[in-house]
């Protein structure tokens, strides 16, 4: 198992940035897929984006163009830089390691909250 620990979340207004940080512990990241996911509330857990340990990236149509995933295997991170954020982006924020492209394999963290005004 990895521990997950996300930061990085706030309030911003529509059109602005975040950007999100993953830290992982317990093993290292570099071979596995890993993605973050959302939920909104009264709403289910929805994937966001992955990064493949080759260097693919897969992004949910939603937020194609707006976000941008990246990892640094040498730290154990992984980030999310969101930018022109929407009111509809307003949600907890997780990251997982992944098998099949969008299984998780690992506890889910505690997230981090983002919430965009408009």
């Known amino acids: 198992q990895v521990q997950l620990v996300e930061s990085g979340g706030g309030l911003v207004q529509a059109g602005g940035s975040l950007r999100l940080s993953c830290a992982a512990s317990?093993?290292?990241?570099?071979?596995?897929?890993m993605g973050w996911f959302r939920q909104a509330p009264g709403q289910e857990r929805e994937f966001v984006a992955n990064?493949?340990?080759?260097?693919?990236?897969y992004y949910a149509d939603s937020v194609k163009g707006r976000f941008t995933i990246s990892r640094d295997n040498a730290k154990n991170m992984v980030y999310l830089q969101m930018n022109s954020l929407k009111p509809e982006d307003t949600a907890v924020y997780y990251c997982?390691?992944?098998?099949?492209?969008?299984?998780?394999?690992?506890?889910w963290g505690q997230g981090t909250q983002v919430t965009v005004s408009s």
């Open positions: 317990g093993r290292t990241i570099s071979g596995y897929i």
């Open positions: 997982n390691r992944l098998y099949s492209g969008i299984m998780p394999l690992d506890s």
């Open positions: 990064s493949w340990s080759a260097g693919r990236t």
